[in-house]
């Protein structure tokens, strides 16, 4: 395993169109999170995972915004009927644990997203 | 909600000078980690505070955790190019909850 895995790598999308992003996560690791990154900002929180119960959601997020992980494993984060504020870095990153120094995290590549 | 503020928000500093960079929450962390993300790249985690009033050191780099454990710091000592990037704290309010990350510290360094 060499670490958080996204897919794909970008994506270019029409304004209406449903986009899915896939996040494969180290292994091991329980905890699971979605964060969304623009330009000189910092990742913005999404949702998380714990195992596969979603313990939260962003109420920043619209209800355009579903992920899932249906097995505790990878995850998937869509996005339906797309709009050009959903253009960002969509970041995925895992963790072992959710407290004490179990709690690193390990970020993907991300995938940028563009809707034009 | 819980908010994770920094400052400055950018710093150009000539090569071989300190930097610092401060981190503060609204609420009270369970602990605070520090990631670097290189221009193009994806944040990589630096290190994790944990304890109130920790410091804890790597090579140049010096990072403290309050003791009221709301605010931190990142300290680079004589910065090199390499130290190029953006800094994030990021931090864990208590235990099961959401690490939640700060807008950051761009660092620009002269040579």
């Known amino acids: 395993d060499t670490g958080v895995s996204q897919n794909p790598r970008h994506k270019i999308t029409k304004r209406g169109q449903n986009v899915t992003f896939r996040c494969d996560p180290i292994?091991?690791?329980?905890?699971l999170y979605w964060y969304r990154q623009t330009l000189g900002q910092g990742p913005e929180f999404l949702t998380y995972f714990q195992n596969e119960a979603q313990l939260e959601k962003s109420r920043l997020l619209s209800d355009r915004f579903s992920a899932e992980r249906p097995k505790g494993s990878f995850s998937t984060l869509e996005i339906q009927r797309t709009e050009q504020g959903d253009s960002a870095m969509y970041l995925c990153a895992s963790s072992l644990g959710p407290s004490g120094y179990d709690t690193e995290a390990f970020f993907g590549q991300g995938t940028r997203l563009t809707v034009v | 909600g819980q908010q994770v503020m920094q400052i400055p928000q950018y710093q150009h500093v000539q090569e071989g000078e300190d930097f610092t960079t401060y981190c503060n929450s609204s609420?009270?962390?369970?602990?605070i980690q520090w990631y670097k993300q290189r221009p193009g790249g994806h944040p990589v985690f630096l290190i994790q505070l944990v304890k109130s009033g920790e410091v804890k050191k790597q090579k140049r780099l010096t990072f403290q955790f309050g003791e009221a454990k709301k605010n931190s710091s990142l300290h680079i000592t004589a910065t090199q190019t390499t130290d190029v990037g953006t800094y994030f704290c990021a931090g864990l309010r208590e235990y099961g909850n959401k690490l939640v990350f700060g807008a950051g510290t761009i660092l620009r360094v002269k040579s």
């Open positions: 292994s091991e690791h329980n905890r």
């Open positions: 609420t009270t962390l369970s602990n």
